[in-house]
Each structure stands twice: as structure tokens, then as C-alpha cells.
């Protein structure tokens, strides 16, 4: 498949409070249902660093230790996912930050009523979701396989 030229990697984090709540097989369910193809996967617990680095736009915003306080209260679920598209089509499936804004059928608008704890974290663009990979994985840890159900997904026109 890196031969299709939109073909996308997306970097998702299953935030504390997915994990907590026992959320995470019904959030790879919806990615998998969708189409999208697990390429990587591990469980962590943030540090400072990577969560200094990964949300530096934030730093100077008042919320930004409350963050960093809720993103190491329990581990975190990292995937990354591909798939045509798959940066448009990861964010459909997300939802808007704010839970109480997401429409319903979305993981947050069906799972969330907040901001900052609203499930999952989905990369926004394909620039940044090959910085955020290369964050948190190993190019040896993300792996390349055919779906067979890759013809059934795609059309010949995307």
C-alpha cells in the first residue's frame, strides 16, 4: 500500500480517562470498523519530556499543568493507524475537542463532555502526525501488512 501516494499515518493517544474507563477496545473497534489499519501500538506512561515536547503550543495557555497532571495520571494507549485519507477520516471519527460540542456517533461526542479529558488525541494534519510518531515510536515498531479487505474499503478512485 506505500505505494498510493494518500496513503496517511495518524498518531492516536487513548488518554487516561479512556483507559479508566474502559474505553479502549470500543475506540480501536470504531478505527478498525472504519477501515483504518493499526500499524503500531504500546501502552507508556508519559513523562515530562514527551509531554513538554508534545504539547509545547500549550505551554504558555493556563491549563497546560492541569494537562500535564491528567496525561500522567494512568498510562496511555499510543497507536498509529493508516489508511487513504486517513487524517480527514480519523478526525470524523474523534469529533471536535470538546466533548459537548462533538456531534453524537463521534468517540467524543459519545464518550465525552470535556475538554481536556475527551478520550483521544488524533494528530491534525500529516506534517504533524509524522512528528508526533517519530515522538513517540521506533520505525521498527510500526510495521507494514496487507488488509485483505483493502479492495473492499477502496475504490479504484478513492
Known sequence: MSEIINEERSLIILKPDALQRGLVGEIFHRFERKGLKIIGLKMVELEDVALDEHYAHHKDKPFFDALKKFMKSAPVVLVVVSGINAIRAIRLVVGP???????????????????????????????????????FFKPEELFDYQKPDFPWLYSDSV
Do not use: L
Open 97 to 135: 475537542t470538546k466533548g459537548y460540542e462533538a456531534e453524537a456517533g463521534s468517540i467524543r461526542g459519545d464518550f465525552a463532555m470535556s475538554g481536556q479529558s475527551n478520550i483521544v488525541h488524533a494528530s491534525d494534519s500529516a506534517e504533524t502526525a509524522e512528528q508526533e510518531i517519530k515522538r
